[in-house]
């Protein structure tokens, strides 16, 4: 499985959090997506995290795999079960409900 | 230039289609699925959408060499697999000699988060990646209505669909979609019958707890299609559908002639015999001997070196084996000489388009050169007039095609004119049309037998009377009476006042030769009588005659011895009147 784009964070002492983001090229749809998920991540999840960007059309393969369907689609990996959300995550509410983080109380 | 020739008009570009390798499919889109673009199945549950789409994939495989992907979105790989294996569809096999490429798509909606604004084009790259590993001209999805459980955006999905169709015609692919059957539309989201280039419906009715599966092909752009709907079954070796009626008339014909099996009946055909490949239809009442007479060809049919497939719907084969023994036809030892297959079921066992399928499959096994259907009558209790007229075409337009003489036998009810008359209304298809029926009188009944019709070949006009003895069936011969021809007990009192007469002619002959000989023989005897009177009479007159002879010479004796003693004086002539 090679990897695209692997944006690695520093590492928690925390169960760590693996991410997937499956986009295909750079649609602003996927890079609404990431910007996103990077801010979330960054507020919520900060040190615990891993973020993985997969370009689909570049390895059209591994869309099987995670049962892609949907552009963008953010597969939560670990901590099991997997969790899938679809969209440009520009709902914070719904992608945290989604990805099951307990939001770190408002700065 | 206003006035194009036809063949100028064949020469315009068709459009290009891809043969399905479905039985009888490709014949109802006259060459198969429109080439490069989606087709839409929909239909409700068990029609066998899934099946159909199986089928296109692993024909397009092995037999036109077109590589194809079934995307598969409620059943797993190993599943498909499975299901089909019974039909003698490998897709393992397949997947490995990279022919086949099958990709389950799964779809849960309680693991999906939707958040903002998304589109499918997951589904079209990975779509596209299959299709690109192994080349493939084949796509099926099965089925999409499932990408609609699973997002609950349906703007989106409408529209997704809608590209996706697009998408997959630019990509040149043939592509199946199946969709389920909607309340009142073709599908349940009323989207996909309008993108699609081609719509076939499957339907699956129940009449009289009759199922028949009917295929119908809804739009086809840019090509004609037959428009009926067609019955369809999913056999054995997959899906066949069978038009219901051949399109053209154009089977090769045979001028061999096939005995009938009874020596009297060949005698009342011109030709003796059927011609054969043509069909013949037996009617008759109840007990009229149909059965004998359909077992007597089929009898001669094996003795003559043929073959033969007997569809016994009333009988068992022991039965019919039994009964036909009685009559001296001994079809058991055909039987074990493998040129006789007795094939026997309730009618109702299937429904027509089985019986009709059980006998397509047999004959392209057996391979017979006479199949003989006894009764046709009894499919009635299976479908209606209409289906049973449209099975009984297309029966007969199989086995005129395939060259294969066949002989139906049909009860009828009633009587008079209305024996002329078959249920099936098949009389018009058959080519020969003998009627058996009973002849009653002075309390009696008889079987008499008539030929209606015989295409291309002089026939008897005379209703023969014919019995049922145990050497088989004996014609008997016309005899006729002062009204008419005569049959039964009034034959035999026919034929023994014939026999009357003729022997009080024969003694009356007797009598006046024998009278002749007596007035031969009293003439013969007045004749000799006559004779022997004449022989007296005439002995009498020779006696007389010799008398007067020897006196004359006594004087004249004694007259030479007066004159010798005294010499004649110079009247001696008067001696001479003196005598």
Redesign the interface.
């Known amino acids: 499985m090679a990897e695209v784009a692997a944006v690695e964070l520093e590492e928690g002492f925390q169960e760590m959090w693996e991410l997937r983001l499956y986009v295909a090229g750079q649609t602003p749809k996927s890079v609404t997506a990431l910007a996103n998920l990077k801010k979330y991540c960054e507020q919520h999840l900060k040190g615990r995290y891993k973020i993985e960007v997969v370009d689909l059309l570049v390895n059209p393969q591994l869309a099987e795999g995670d049962q892609i369907l949907a552009i963008p689609t953010l597969v939560r990996k670990v901590p099991e079960p997997i969790r899938k959300i679809i969209g440009d995550l520009s709902n914070e509410e719904r992608v945290l409900v989604g990805l099951d983080v307990r939001p770190v109380s408002s700065k | 230039m206003s006035a194009h020739s036809p063949a100028a008009a064949h020469a315009l570009p068709q459009l290009p289609k891809a043969p399905t390798g479905i039985e009888g499919l490709d014949e109802i889109t006259e060459g198969g699925l429109p080439l490069g673009r989606p087709t839409l199945i929909c239909g409700s549950a068990g029609c066998g959408k899934t099946l159909m789409g199986i089928e296109f994939l692993v024909r397009g495989a092995l037999e036109f060499n077109e590589p194809g992907v079934l995307m598969a979105f409620e059943e797993t790989a190993p599943e498909l697999a499975a299901n089909v294996t019974s039909l003698g569809f490998d897709l393992t096999d397949l997947q490995e000699r990279k022919l086949l490429r099958l ?1 389950h ?3 849960d909606r309680s ?13 079209f ?2 779509l ?2 299959a299709i690109d ?1 192994i080349g493939a001209k084949r796509v099926v999805l099965d089925t999409i209505e499932a ?1 609609f459980a ?2 609950p955006n349906q703007a989106v999905l409408r529209s997704e669909i809608r590209r996706l169709f697009h998408w997959l015609k630019e990509k040149g692919v043939t592509a199946i979609i199946t969709a389920e059957r909607g309340d009142g539309s073709l599908t349940r989201q009323g989207l996909e019958e309008y993108v699609s280039d081609c719509v076939i419906l499957l339907d699956n009715r129940v009449i009289d707890q009759i199922t028949t599966r009917r295929l119908r092909v809804v739009k086809y752009r840019g090509s004609t299609h037959g428009t009926n709907e067609y019955p369809y079954l999913i056999t054995a070796n997959g899906i066949s559908v069978l038009p219901v009626t051949s399109l053209r008339l154009d089977h090769a014909v045979s001028s061999r002639v096939v005995s009938t099996g009874i020596p009297a009946l060949d005698d009342m055909f011109g030709l003796r015999g059927y011609y054969e490949g043509s069909s013949v239809l037996v009617t008759g009442t109840a007990g009229t001997a149909k059965t004998t007479l359909a077992a007597s060809f089929a009898d001669q049919i094996c003795r003559d070196g043929g073959r033969c497939i007997f569809f016994a719907f009333e009988e068992s084969p022991a039965q019919l084996l039994r009964n036909m023994a009685s009559v001296s036809i001994n079809l058991q030892a055909h039987l074990d000489a493998g040129r006789l297959l007795i094939e026997a079921a309730r009618p109702t066992l299937n429904g027509l388009e089985q019986h009709l399928v059980t006998l397509h499959r047999l004959v392209k096994e057996f391979r017979p050169t006479a199949v003989v259907i006894d009764p046709i009558t009894n499919l009635i209790t299976v479908g209606n007039l209409n289906e049973v007229r449209s099975m009984l075409t297309r029966l007969i337009d199989f086995l005129k095609v395939n060259g294969i003489t066949a002989l139906f036998t049909a009860l009828v009810s009633g009587r008079g004119l209305q024996q002329e008359m078959t249920d099936e209304g098949v009389s018009s298809l058959v080519d020969t049309w003998i009627s058996v029926r009973d002849l009653e009188g002075v309390g009696e009944r008889n079987r008499g037998l008539s030929i209606l019709k015989s295409r291309g070949m002089a026939h008897s006009n005379q209703v023969r009377e014919f019995l049922v003895t145990s050497h088989g069936i004996e014609l008997l011969d016309v005899v006729l009476g002062p009204t008419g021809i005569v049959t039964g007990a009034s034959r035999l009192a026919q034929q023994m006042q014939e026999r009357a007469e003729t022997l009080a002619v024969q003694q009356e002959a007797e009598r006046r030769d024998r009278e002749v000989e007596r007035r031969r023989r009293v003439l013969e005897a007045n004749i000799a009588n006559l004779r022997t009177e004449f022989e007296s009479v005439e002995e009498e007159l020779r006696q007389i005659s010799a008398n007067e002879q020897s006196r004359r010479q006594a004087l004249l004796s004694g007259q030479q011895r007066i004159a010798a003693a005294n010499p004649p004086a110079p009247g001696a002539p008067t001696a001479e009147s003196g005598q």
Do not use: A, M, N
């Open positions: 990709d798509v799964h779809v693991e999906i988060e939707e958040t903002g604004e998304y589109d499918l084009e997951g589904l790259i990975r596209g990646y590993s990408l699973g997002f």
